[in-house]
């Protein structure tokens, strides 16, 4: 089992920066993919990125691809999500997620075994 929580969100401009983390703790880091998705209120949530369990392979939608970059430290059991170049259709809730089964980087939510409570992105124009 892990538990995970999100840190690093915020409200900042159209073009800026913004770096999320997800904390987990219980099961080391490792054991897990990791992913992190993005829903706004009455929509469904969506893929964002995901990267493997030694991080060396990522994925990324291709709304954010070029501009999100996924990592992740193993050591201190934590995934990062750097966020440049942001745009206002990038406000949402922010989740990260643990797949502690998959093979390959999933693209769904329901493949994904454990999630963080979120963490609120705002961009304004």
């Known amino acids: 089992q892990v538990l995970l929580v999100e840190f690093g969100g915020g409200l900042v401009q159209a073009g800026g920066s913004l770096r999320l983390s997800c904390a987990a703790s219980?099961?080391?880091?490792?054991?897990?993919?990791m992913g992190w998705f993005r829903q706004v209120p009455g929509e469904e949530r969506e893929f964002v990125a995901a990267?493997?369990?030694?991080?060396?392979?990522?994925r990324y939608a291709d709304s954010v691809k070029g501009r999100f970059t996924i990592s992740r430290d193993n050591a201190n059991n934590t995934v990062y999500l750097q966020m440049d170049s942001l745009k206002p259709e990038d406000t949402a809730i922010y989740y990260c997620?643990?797949?502690?089964?998959?093979?390959?980087?999933?693209?769904?939510?329901?493949?994904?075994?454990?999630w963080g409570q979120g963490t609120q992105v705002t961009v304004s124009s």
């Open positions: 219980g099961r080391t880091l490792i054991t897990y993919m």
């Open positions: 997620a643990a797949d502690s089964t998959g093979v390959v980087l999933r693209t769904t939510p329901w493949e994904y075994d454990y």
């Open positions: 990267i493997s369990r030694s991080g060396l392979s990522t």
